[in-house]
């Protein structure tokens, strides 16, 4: 019997917490990063009814919360999900540059409110997303 049983739920609380303080943080800082990071100012040109550009930061959004949920499903530490939440911060900007340089001026294109462009984007981003999530998760 474990007598230590009626203190493991608030345990496990404490866990889940720390994670989501975790997500929390490295969400607002991917964020942060990707859009110092992109040529155009994605909040101005949102503000402005930009929904181009505000097609392509959700794409980059939900494409980097992908693999950081399955981090957070995987990982035994939270050190572990720290490391693997940089991994997938590392791969979506590589996606976004790639994509930047196969499809040229698309800072312009975002800017000028290309939906195509924004869709790529945004597709490229979530699709990179879903893939690094499923490199994260182990063998059974």
Known sequence: RDLHYPL???????????????????????????????????????????SAASIALSGALLG???????????SISIIDFLLWAGIAAVVQLLAFFVVSLILKGLSQRI??????????????????GLLNAACMTPSV
């Open 111 to 128: 800017a000028s409110q290309e939906y195509a462009a924004a869709i790529l984007v945004a597709s490229v981003s979530v699709g990179v």
């Open 64 to 74: 980097f919360a992908i693999p950081v949920a399955s981090a957070i499903s995987h």
């Open 8 to 50: 493991r739920p608030q345990r496990q609380m404490c866990i889940r917490d720390s994670y989501m303080l975790g997500a929390a943080l490295v969400f607002a800082l991917y964020a942060f990063i990707y859009t110092r990071l992109t040529p155009y100012n994605e909040f101005a040109l949102i503000r402005e009814g930009n």
